[in-house]
């Protein structure tokens, strides 16, 4: 495979392929499924508020966040751009203390739905931290706290609240989101689905974990020189060859880590996966990447991703 190679153009197969040219059968019916809410807009934030509320009444007060607000200045931070929003946060290109060019990730405290769900965020980073050895994939957090207010000149400059208390998770860079990503080759294409299958299998496998708002700006992409990207499943080592790309799996503040019947993961992975059969240039890797589809679609959950011969042959070593 020409991994990283420059993107060859086909002329029996365009780029802009549509859905109905993929082949793409229809999902199956899933009893199972999490309320289908969009996970867009104004549908994730009443979502994140109903889930707000659930675990509320589970676990008392939602304006329990631990952490004491801090002056802005004791963090010695250099923003230097804007590089998403979502929801919930905006977030920013940093210096942080010696950290170098990592992600800031700001949420005003204006509601005690954003308190708690930064601090459900905050729990699940760590979480997930458990099984980094076994998959390099789940966004990692450097720091977090909580701050007074954040300085007025800040908040002009890069369009903030001003005299509000704002969530500071300081996180590792991913890169730049699935969906607006120009890959160099479809072999990159190829690697990326397969660390994105491996990641939410072993994290189902080994934590019950399900991400709930898996989507294209969800999903980073960065460059990468590793040649390859490591997984333990069940206790075995398996490699993807990297391509030169490296996936980082954000935004966990929706995460469960319970058994939970669902096929939610699975029916946005297969959103995600033909959005990137599409950017592919060839039909032999475009074959590749519905085959993942078509897995994602027939497995009972993210645990059942692996092993599968039929794709999984084509990208690990
Ligand atoms: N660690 C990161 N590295 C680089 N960009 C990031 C990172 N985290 C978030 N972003 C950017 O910010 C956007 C919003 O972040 P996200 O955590 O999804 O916020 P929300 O909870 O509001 O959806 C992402 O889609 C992405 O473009
Ligand atoms: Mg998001």
Redesign the pocket.
């Known amino acids: 495979m020409n991994c990283g190679g420059k993107k060859k153009k086909s002329a029996n197969s365009p780029v802009g392929t549509n859905k109905s040219k993929l082949g793409a059968p229809k999902e199956k019916k899933d009893e199972t499924e999490q309320p289908s809410a969009s996970v867009k807009g104004e549908s994730l934030k009443k979502k994140k508020n109903k889930r707000m509320k659930m675990t509320t009444r589970r676990s008392g007060n939602p304006t329990a966040i631990a952490n004491e607000p801090i002056p802005w200045q004791n963090l010695k931070i250099k923003i230097y751009k804007h590089?998403?929003?979502?929801?919930?946060?905006s977030?920013f290109l940093i210096d942080w203390q010696k950290s170098k060019k990592v992600?800031l990730?700001l949420?005003p405290l204006t509601q005690n739905s954003s308190w708690h769900l930064c601090k459900v965020e905050v729990d699940n980073l760590i979480k997930i931290r458990q099984i980094s050895s076994e998959v390099p994939n789940f966004?990692k957090m450097l720091n977090n706290c909580i701050v007074e207010s954040i300085p007025a000149e800040v908040c002009k400059k890069f369009q903030l609240l001003q005299n509000t208390k704002y969530s500071v998770i300081i996180?590792?860079?991913?890169?730049e989101?699935l969906a607006k990503k120009i890959f160099k080759s479809d072999e990159q294409i190829i690697s990326a689905v397969a660390q994105t299958m491996l990641a939410m299998c072993v994290a189902k496998r080994r934590l019950d974990f399900q991400h709930v708002d898996i989507h294209d700006?969800?999903i980073?992409v960065s460059e990468t020189e590793s040649e390859i990207m490591e997984y333990v499943v069940d206790g075995r080592k398996v490699r993807v060859r990297a391509c030169g790309v490296k996936v980082?799996i954000?935004?966990l503040?929706l995460s469960r880590f319970k058994y939970y019947p669902s096929r939610y993961d699975l029916r946005r992975l297969c959103d995600v996966f033909i959005m990137l059969a599409k950017k592919t240039n060839e039909e032999s890797a475009r074959k590749i990447i519905l085959k993942a589809v078509e897995i994602c679609r027939n497995a009972p959950d993210s645990a059942g991703l692996w092993p599968n011969d039929q794709f999984f042959d084509h990208t690990c070593r």
């Open positions: 590089l998403g929003s979502g929801v919930m946060g977030v992600a990730k949420v966004v996180l590792e860079n991913g890169g989101p700006k969800n980073l980082t954000i935004d503040q």
